[in-house]
């Protein structure tokens, strides 16, 4: 097939301009009807490498980006040492395509012997072989097979086999399988190809199986960073792991995951959960990572912890980057005045000095706050509100930290702080984590108490039990002293019409999911305009949400109840009437019936809700009707209702 002649710009702009449509390209000539052979094909290779070395010679492009940018462009970077394999010596850069002497040797050593095969992670594989049917429908191999080459994961050897193949679909399949025998770096490479030469659809297909960067074995023997990593961190501001420290490699993995797919085009990446979760000591272990920092982001990482601000607070962490950045200056350039100008000097430097490094904009509160740094590059960003990120442009990926922790994580954290084993805590330990709920935020509170003050386990079980959030406090890592600190401030953030809205969730069931009609009825309004509010708080982390079906599901955390509980629990019976008066003034004299997705929320939980309002009259009507006790027990049996019997038996005993 012939080849056109790569002019001498930038290959990003190559890629660019000499791609074709799907439909446009030449099919890849087989074997059988005048392939040329493996010698002229090898020739064929110097050639496209002299050419590629030629772009790379020096000079700026017009767009900013130094030619000789060919690998840093890649969405992720060009393959390097990882786990059992090693790779070759790159190949020296020239300056003009007729420079063929030294390449020579580099390519006759790549055609002497395959590259080194290595183990392909599991995930990786697995990604492969679900999506290996559409790939090979679509793709045409031998422009996915000229950036393999480049990134030298694919030898000329094995190119050749898969030019062998008689139709397109089968050189496809040949390729597949050479790339199934490799390491995590072919997987990478064979990604980017597709990236590059526009199959977005397909490379969205395998984004889930890229491979985690793993830190090799070029770790100190202190806390596994090296001395590269230490100096990035430190310069950029990186907090340091908190006295207490247990790691969650499987959060961790997801966020250098999505780091990776930023590559090198401008890009968010959102950390979010409630409040406690851990988003920020996460995030910074993530970052502890040689490969990450050194192939993805060489121009460094700039941590700012943003928080809430106005516009004076604003301008002032602003200005402080700015400086930051601008520290070994020769010119001495006086603050930023106002936003615009901060905004713009601070763009100027990340693409002219700082090209490729990752800005992390710790705990980010409103999307205002967060276009001041909408500068076409790459920031990480942890909050609260999963939405963040809706008023700004760019690929945008997202890391969900989970509220709860494991048991036995729970257990260690509080051994760590008293410094003692987990087999010699006192029995309360596990009462304690118990009532955490999970929480990173609580266990550690709990923890440093219990550090100062060692005999008191039984005092602080109590406190948690009792839901006494305001003597639970402390001094930690944490931005917040106390439980209820961390939880109010999220809650303060709502306009006025939905602290109203999220108070009346209060009196909802724990551990119990509930349908979005049940939160209709309570409110009388159209689904829609229930699930907009709800879908704030989901944003926001102060509600969960099952998508499960057709029909959405809505639940507390543990901690989150319990909070909002001891903070209304003057006007909890008023909520629990005005919830069964609704409910009285939907349904009437009627009850619900199984197809309606309500139905099992009121035959659980109505005599619930008429206990907490005391309604007492009119739960022993409910309770003796006969339709109700009929219908309810062929929805759930008797021994719900025998339940009901017993833990409302002072209600239903007393004389009318």
């Known amino acids: 097939m012939t080849k056109l002649a790569r002019p001498a710009a930038t290959p990003t702009s190559w890629a660019r301009a000499c791609r074709l449509t799907r439909q446009e390209r030449p099919a890849a000539t087989p074997a059988t009807s005048g392939a040329l052979p493996l010698s002229a094909r090898a ?7 002299a050419e590629l070395c030629s772009v790379r010679g020096g000079g700026r492009s017009a767009g900013g980006r ?13 393959p390097g040492p990882e786990g059992g394999g090693s790779r070759g010596a790159p190949l020296p850069r020239c300056g003009a395509a007729g420079s063929l002497g030294k390449l020579r040797t580099c390519c006759r050593r790549l055609l002497a012997a395959a590259l080194p095969t290595g183990n392909m992670d599991v995930k990786s594989r697995n990604y492969l072989l679900m999506n290996r049917q559409a790939l090979e429908k679509d793709i045409k191999t031998s422009y996915i097979m000229d950036h393999m080459i480049s990134d030298e994961v694919l030898t000329l050897q094995e190119e050749e086999r898969v030019k062998q193949q008689n139709t397109q679909k089968e050189r496809a399949a040949m390729l597949i399988n050479i790339i199934l025998t490799k390491d995590n770096n072919s997987y990478r490479s064979f990604y980017n190809a597709l990236l590059h030469e526009g199959y977005s659809d397909l490379a969205a297909l395998l984004q889930e199986g890229i491979p985690a960067i793993s830190s090799g074995n070029r770790k100190s023997s202190m806390d596994g960073m090296t001395s590269y990593v230490k100096r990035v961190l430190c310069e950029g501001g990186v907090p340091q792991r908190p006295v207490v420290f247990v790691t969650r490699p ?10 990776c797919c930023l590559g090198s085009d401008p890009g968010w990446v959102t950390v979010y959960g409630m409040a406690g979760c851990g988003k920020t000591v996460l995030t910074a272990e993530a970052l502890r990572d040689h490969h990450l920092l050194e192939g993805y982001f060489p121009g460094g990482v700039h941590w700012v912890s943003v928080g809430k601000q106005d516009k004076a ?12 950045l601008e520290h070994d200056s020769t010119l001495s350039l006086r603050p930023p005045l106002n936003i615009e100008e901060a905004k713009d000097r601070l763009r100027l430097l990340m693409l002219r000095k700082y090209h490729r490094s990752l800005l992390i904009l710790d705990d980010i509160w409103d999307s205002w706050v967060l276009k001041a740094f909408d500068n076409q590059c790459q920031v990480l960003i942890t909050s609260r509100d999963r939405s963040i990120t809706d008023a700004v442009a760019g690929n945008k990926y997202e890391v969900h930290v989970e509220s709860g922790l494991a048991h036995e994580k729970g257990l260690e954290i509080l051994s760590l702080f008293v410094n003692m084993k987990i087999s010699e805590l006192p029995e309360q330990a596990n009462c304690l984590v118990r009532e955490c709920k999970g929480s990173p935020l609580v266990i550690s509170l709990i923890g440093a108490l219990l550090r100062d003050f060692p005999s008191r386990w039984e005092y602080y079980l109590k406190q948690l039990q009792n839901k006494q959030f305001k003597r639970i406090r402390k001094s930690s890592s944490y931005d917040y002293e106390a439980v209820d600190e961390a939880m109010s401030i999220s809650v303060e953030q709502l306009n006025d019409n939905y602290k109203d809205y999220y108070k009346d969730l209060s009196i909802l069931p724990k551990d119990v999911k509930v349908p979005t009609k049940v939160l209709c009825i309570l409110w009388d309004m159209e689904t829609e305009e229930v699930e907009d509010i709800l879908q704030e708080f989901v944003n926001k982390s102060l509600l969960f ?27 909890l019976q008023e909520l629990h009437k005005n919830i069964v008066n609704q ?15 309500d139905c099992m929320y009121w035959y659980n939980f109505l005599a619930y809700h008429m206990a907490g309002a005391n309604m007492q009259k009119e739960l022993r009507d409910l309770m003796f009707s006969l339709d109700w006790i009929k219908a309810k027990t062929e929805l759930v049996g008797p021994a719900h209702l025998i339940h009901e019997y017993v833990e409302y038996s002072s209600i239903l005993d007393q004389k009318v």
Do not use: M
């Open 583 to 597: 409910y009285k003034k939907y349904y009437k004299l009627n009850t619900p019936v199984p197809s309606q997705e």
């Open 313 to 324: 607070g604003l301008l002032i962490k602003l200005q402080n980057l700015c400086s930051r």
């Open 43 to 49: 020739d064929e290779a110097l050639r496209r490498r």
């Open 545 to 571: 949400c099952d998508r499960n079906g057709k029909s959405f599901h809505y639940y507390l955390h543990d901690l989150q109840l319990d909070f909002l509980t001891e903070k209304n629990r003057n006007q």
């Open 66 to 78: 130094r030619r000789g940018e060919w690998a840093e462009s890649a969405l992720i970077p060009p």
């Open 250 to 259: 499987e959060l961790v993995d997801a966020i250098k995951q999505k780091l």
